[in-house]
């Protein structure tokens, strides 16, 4: 079984903390395990099976647009496009979505291919 877990950060703060545990678990379980987040303290390449969403210039467009539209998870498209081709390169059984707030992700984008292709 191939797990993707996605959520704003890795290894920090409450939610961090439990996507890195459970992302661990999996793996000395035998479960092909992935994570996708937007920041960790933990430098990028370093995560195994980790992929990071966007860069720091991508949320902070994605939050001032969010400011000056009054809408939120619209923006992030070219973060969310590389999340898709991920996805799509891993192709997983299940996605585990955790903490989707923080100005990294287009949700419509992420939730219709999650639909789509049946995930």
Known sequence: ????QINAVYHEGST???VEDLHNIAISNDIESYVAYSTSSIPHGEIPNGYQIGNLFGKKLHAFLCRISGKQAYFSRFATFGL???IK???PDVVHLHNLHSNFIHLNMLLKYLAKNRI
């Open 89 to 91: 390169k891993i192709n």
């Open 1 to 4: 079984m191939k797990v993707l």
């Open 84 to 86: 898709l081709k991920y």
């Open 16 to 18: 961090g903390a439990i």
